[in-house]
């Protein structure tokens, strides 16, 4: 099946974030099934149109990522610094994608936020993408409030 | 020559990557301050002499785009150049912070090498 553009404007957004700014190399998760994260982030965004972003990371994935981030031992980490880096890797993802399939227009991304909890069922997400980072899941997802034309701008990125 | 930085940015652990990334990128860094908006850094300019200040757009009390207007309107801090570092690579965005008095502009992600290139660009250091 192909690929919708919005997916793959979140999977080279998730590649683009932590390879260039985490140092470190995503592997595919193969036919894992999709799983609920134990830290998890959301950013609520205006733009054309409005919707939301999650990231939700297994704490392994967590960990090594904010190590990389921070050049820090993962078992020194405090929970706060974990929730720290795993809001602004949402935050850097989240621009990301809407630099690639809104770059045009502009938006204005809210402060992100740890999500307590699970979270509660929603209306199917427009698009996402899991990945193993660290040997923990990696998931992003967008949900956009109305549909994007298709025919994402390449020179965006 | 070594130089002074300060960099503005609400995030903790945003300010520590940056500082990070500069060191690592071999950037002669001398001093390196911090603000966590941009109140506390032109809080801390009438303090400390800086050569470029890095600014993150989204921060409270006062953000980047305040920022840029209040020290394009001081005599004195107007000839610091101020380079923004930002999620946002829409067209749009970028020319609105240049027109505000950026001198540069970082997009996120970005690795060690742009972000040097992109200080000693706006310092005039000479190229290697």
């Known amino acids: 099946m ?21 140092f470190v190399d995503l592997m595919d998760p193969g036919a894992a099934e999709e799983r609920t994260g134990d ?5 609520i965004f205006d733009g054309d149109p409005p919707g939301t972003f999650r990231l939700d990371l297994e704490r392994a994935a967590a960990k090594s990522a904010a190590a990389d981030f921070l050049g820090e031992d993962p078992e020194e980490l405090t929970t706060e610094q974990l929730n720290e880096v795993v809001c602004e890797l949402a935050n850097m993802v989240c621009g990301s994608v809407l630099s690639r399939i809104e770059s045009s227009a502009t938006f204005r991304l809210a402060k992100p936020r740890i999500t307590p909890g699970e979270c509660p069922p929603q ?7 899991q990945a193993l980072v660290g040997g923990g899941m ?7 409030e109305r549909t994007v034309c ?4 390449e020179s965006a990125s | 020559m070594a130089y002074r930085v300060l960099i503005a940015d609400d995030s903790p652990v945003m300010r520590s990557f940056v500082r990070r990334v500069i060191e690592l990128s071999g950037f002669e860094l001398s001093e390196c301050f911090e603000a966590s908006n941009g109140e506390e850094a032109l809080e801390m300019l009438r303090a400390e002499w800086v050569d470029a200040i890095l600014t993150d757009i989204n921060m409270p009390v006062v953000d980047g785009e305040e920022l840029l207007r209040r020290l394009a309107a001081d005599d004195v801090l107007k ?11 829409t067209r749009n965005r970028i020319d609105r912070l240049m027109a505000l008095g950026a001198r540069g502009y970082v997009t996120k992600p970005f690795v060690p090498e742009t972000l040097r290139a992109e200080l000693e660009r706006t310092l005039g250091v000479p190229c290697d």
């Open chain 1, 2 to 22: 192909t690929e919708s553009p919005i997916t793959t404007a979140l999977a080279e957004s998730v590649h683009e974030v932590l390879e260039k700014m985490f």
């Open chain 1, 39 to 43: 830290i998890a982030a959301e950013v």
């Open chain 1, 123 to 129: 209306a199917p997400a427009t698009a996402s993408f």
């Open chain 1, 138 to 144: 990696l998931r992003a997802e967008i949900r956009m």
């Open chain 1, 150 to 153: 298709p025919g994402i701008d």
């Open chain 2, 79 to 89: 000839s610091i150049p101020a380079i923004v570092i930002s999620t946002d690579a």
